[in-house]
């Protein structure tokens, strides 16, 4: 079974600072897709970024990159420039394309991340 | 884009009766459904994975005859708790995937607070 660990329940940045999130993840699969999906107050669950795991360039969207290290199963997300509405919980996920199971998605355990003014 | 609709978004009910949570997908067929339930400041726990057509999946420890999913059409699906109790209590979220989109993306809908007094 795949895990995902995110070892910082919390984080605190000042606004227009740059913040990175750990994630790490244990799998054996080779093809799989990484994810990193925002909570906010509100808790809709909203897609940040996506890894394609056969893809080695690092996936960028706009403010929100991401360091991939598949050796190392490693997915950091990196916030450039915070803003106050990018305050959330932050999730890290995998998925391993399954045809049958429907690709069920596993979530890390959560970073609250804090922008303060 | 992808739209799941999920109602009621809050919901109190007294011990001993039974609630139903409906999610629909606006304006894509939502093949497979994902059922999760979080707990305050923690990560999202499937509890069941549903294709359209045919039984839900459950996971390990959720009890299907208390967590009844139903998934009947390309567009629907519900959960009813049955026979609710306080433990119950819980933030209740669904997500829908598409075949047809190759880019694996999830649409999750904003949620039920269900409330067991």
């Known amino acids: 079974a795949q895990t995902v660990t995110q070892s910082q329940p919390e984080m605190s940045v000042q606004e227009a600072e740059t913040v990175t999130l750990s994630c790490t993840y244990d799998?054996?699969?080779?093809?799989?897709?990484l994810f990193w999906y925002k909570q906010p107050p509100s808790r809709q669950m909203i897609l940040v970024i996506r890894?394609?795991?056969?893809?080695?360039q690092n996936a960028t969207e706009n403010r929100f990159s991401v360091n991939f290290q598949k050796a190392a199963k490693s997915f950091s997300l990196k916030i450039s420039d915070s803003q106050l509405g990018d305050t959330a919980m932050y999730f890290c996920?995998?998925?391993?394309?399954?045809?049958?199971?429907?690709?069920?998605?596993?979530f890390g355990e959560g970073t609250q991340l804090t922008v303060n003014p | 884009g992808a739209v799941v609709s999920q109602h009621p978004s809050r919901v109190i009910c007294k011990s001993g009766t039974s609630v139903k949570i409906e999610c629909r997908s606006l304006d894509f067929q939502a093949t497979t459904m994902f059922w999760y339930r979080q707990f305050p400041k923690q990560s999202l726990m499937l509890m069941a994975t549903?294709?359209?057509?045919?039984?839900?999946?459950?996971e390990q420890g959720v009890e299907k005859d208390k967590f009844l999913i139903n998934h009947a059409s390309l567009t629907l699906s519900t959960l009813t708790v049955t026979s609710a109790h306080p433990e119950d209590s819980s933030f209740y979220i669904c997500?829908?995937?598409?075949?047809?989109?190759?880019?694996?993306?999830?649409?999750f809908g904003s949620g039920t607070r269900l409330t067991v007094v």
């Open positions: 890894q394609e795991a056969y893809k080695q």
């Open positions: 549903s294709n359209e057509g045919s039984k839900a999946t459950y």
């Open positions: 996920a995998f998925m391993k394309p399954e045809e049958t199971s429907g690709s069920r998605l596993t």
């Open positions: 997500s829908a995937r598409s075949s047809i989109r190759t880019n694996y993306g999830y649409t």
């Open positions: 799998t054996s699969e080779s093809n799989y897709y």
